[in-house]
């Protein structure tokens, strides 16, 4: 029961710092901030959206680093798609599919320095406790 608590938890912390990420790259791309319901439902929907695509297309194509390139491609087109769909300007319509492609870039941009910094910090704190390197 404690499992489930914690994926919970994890879940919904994961898709409100996506939703910010969001939040984020729009602000900075397409100068506006939308609504934080928009980015949640958008992050949600893309999470969900990428883990599917992913699964599907592992299972057609196999295991790979071919595999693994058009899953990327997938997913960022995915995203975009869901970003434009679902993000929406403050006057209504949408941002437009070139617009949204670039807030998905500096999406991902955002999650690989965070990745990074998380490695680095991580890292350093599992060598401080075992002790360093001998």
Sequence with gaps: MEVILYLLIALVVGVVI???IIMLATKL???????FGSCVLAALAAW????IANYVLAMVLGAGGLTS?????????????LINALVKP????????????LVT???IIIYIVIGVLLFFTVGAALMGLMGGMH
């Design 18 to 20: 996506g939703a910010a």
């Design 29 to 35: 791309v397409g100068g506006f901030t939308p609504s």
């Design 48 to 51: 969900i959206g990428s883990g």
């Design 69 to 81: 390139l058009i899953c990327l491609v997938v997913v960022f087109l995915l995203y975009a798609f």
């Design 90 to 101: 403050p006057g209504g319509g949408q941002m437009g599919f070139g617009k949204a492609a």
């Design 105 to 107: 870039l500096v999406v």
